[in-house]
C-alpha cells in the first residue's frame, strides 16, 4: 500500500489510545494514512517500536529518543503516562545510549526523536542538562544514520530555543531531519531549511492565522504535515481527541495557505516525508 497522506509526528503509542488503539489505526489505513508514532522516553519509544513491529508493512513507523521536558522532573498531562488525575509530575530519566541505539537499529525506527530543548518551563540546570541530551541525540543520529526529530520550543524569558539548537546542530549533526511543530519565524526558518530540515505543522494551522506568514514562506517541497495526536486537534474536530486520520485537515490548511491546489499539496508532502525519513 502507498501512502495517501503522512502524519509524520504522532503519539499512538501513548496512554490515550489504550481503549481503542487498533479502531485508531485502523481508520488511518483504511483512509491511506501512514503515521510515525514518537516516544518521548523509554516506556513510550518502547511502545512505539512494539506498536511499528506489530503492524511491520502496514504504514505505521515509530520515532525514539528522551523528550528535553524528561530529562528532569516535568508537568505533563495524564495522556502520554497514563496516571490519576488531568497531570502529574514524572520522573526524570538519564539518557542511556545503549537502550536507544538498541531500538534505534531497528528498521522500523525511521527518526531520532522528539528531542531537542524546551524552555517553556527552564531554569538554568535544566538548560544545561537539556544541551548536553541534545547532543547525545545528535550523536545517535549520526551513528546510525539516521534522521533527527526535533522538539524546540521558546519559553518566556530572553533564551531563544530555536537559536539554540541551531547552533548546536551546525557543531554536531551529520544528518538532517524536520522541526516538529515549528513555530518560529520566518527568519528561523530559513537558518533550519539552510540545514536542509523540514518543518512540519499541526492542526493549529486550521484554527490560527498565526503561522500562515511562514507557511506561506516555506517551499512546498520542504513541509511536512503531522497531527502530533492526542493533541492539537483540527477544525472541525475542536474538543475531541485527535488521532492520524485528521491530517488531512493540516494538508487541505496547507494547500489553502499556500493557495495551491490540494492533490498537487497532498502528493508532494507525501513524497517529502518519503525523502526525509528514507521509506
Do not use: W
Not at 491511506?32 to 513510550?44: F, I
Not at 547525545?136 to 549520526?142: Q, R, S, V, W
Amino acid at each position: 500500500m502507498e501512502p495517501t497522506y503522512f502524519d509524520v509526528h504522532a503519539h499512538v503509542n501513548f496512554k490515550a489510545y489504550d481503549q481503542d488503539r487498533e479502531e485508531v489505526i485502523a481508520r488511518a489505513r483504511e483512509a491511506g494514512v501512514y503515521m510515525m508514532n514518537v516516544g518521548t522516553q523509554q516506556d513510550t519509544s518502547q511502545d512505539a517500536v512494539d506498536l511499528a513491529e506489530k503492524y511491520a508493512g502496514q504504514g505505521v513507523y515509530a520515532a525514539i529518543a528522551l523528550h528535553p521536558v524528561h530529562t528532569s522532573k516535568s508537568h505533563h498531562d495524564k495522556q502520554e503516562l497514563g496516571g490519576e488525575g488531568q497531570a502529574f509530575t514524572s520522573r526524570g530519566e538519564i539518557f542511556d545510549m545503549e537502550f536507544y541505539e538498541n531500538l534505534a537499529r531497528k528498521d522500523v525506527v525511521k527518526a531520532i526523536g522528539e528531542c531537542g530543548l524546551d524552555y517553556y518551563h527552564l531554569d538554568q540546570d535544566s538548560m544545561r542538562l537539556q544541551k548536553e541530551v541534545f547532543i547525545k541525540h545528535i550523536e545517535l543520529a549520526n551513528k546510525v544514520n539516521k534522521p533527527l526529530m526535533l522538539h524546540i520550543r521558546n519559553g518566556a524569558g530572553d533564551a531563544n530555543a530555536y537559536k539554540d539548537a541551531i547552533e548546536l546542530l551546525k557543531l554536531h549533526a551529520k544528518v538532517k531531519g524536520d522541526v516538529h511543530f515549528f513555530a518560529g519565524d520566518i527568519e528561523i526558518a530559513q537558518e533550519f531549511l539552510a540545514l536542509g530540515f523540514t518543518l512540519s505543522f499541526t492542526g493549529v494551522i486550521t484554527f490560527t492565522k498565526d503561522y500562515d506568514e511562514v507557511v506561506r514562506s516555506i517551499p512546498l517541497d520542504m513541509i511536512l504535515s503531522e497531527t502530533d495526536c492526542p493533541y492539537i486537534t483540527p477544525t472541525p474536530f475542536r474538543g475531541k481527541r485527535n488521532e492520524p486520520l485528521h491530517v488531512r485537515e493540516v494538508v487541505k490548511a496547507i494547500a489553502r495557505i499556500k493557495g495551491e491546489d490540494e492533490e498537487k499539496v497532498r502528493v508532494q508532502l507525501v513524497l517529502n516525508a518519503k525523502r526525509v525519513f528514507g521509506f
